[in-house]
């Protein structure tokens, strides 16, 4: 079983940056692909990032953010520059099945879930 804490959200003004972080316990950290998702009030829950043997982005955060993984440290990282308000959401981190078939970038390929960290981005 698989512990995940989000940290590092916060308030910030458009042109920003933030760096979330995703501690990890209980279980093999190196042995995950590791996830970044979002979900904004009244919307789905969307891909944004994630690690496993590459990196895998959405469009829309391709060229601002930047997934990274400490595995001495088990912990996940999401660099977050240039934000905007639409960037606005709470994220949550996700640990799953590095072979699975199951592509990366949805949800259900995911086995563990952090209780998420909110991004409030100002305009």
């Known amino acids: 079983q698989v512990q995940l804490v989000e940290s590092g959200g916060g308030l910030v003004q458009t042109g920003g940056s933030l760096r979330l972080s995703c501690a990890a316990s209980?279980?093999?950290?190196?042995?995950?692909?590791m996830g970044w998702f979002r979900q904004a009030p009244g919307k789905e829950r969307d891909f944004v990032a994630a690690?496993?043997?590459?990196?895998y982005y959405a469009d829309s955060v391709k060229g601002r953010f930047t997934i990274s993984r400490d595995n001495a440290k088990n912990t996940l990282y999401l660099q977050m520059n240039s934000l905007k308000p639409e960037d606005t959401a709470v994220y949550y981190c996700?640990?799953?099945?590095?072979?699975?078939?199951?592509?990366?970038?949805?949800?259900?390929?995911?086995?563990?879930w952090g209780q998420g960290t909110q991004v409030t981005v100002s305009s």
């Open positions: 996700a640990a799953g099945d590095r072979s699975s078939s199951t592509p990366i970038a949805r949800a259900n390929r995911y086995d563990y």
């Open positions: 209980g279980g093999a950290f190196s042995s995950y692909a």
């Open positions: 690690i496993s043997w590459t990196t």
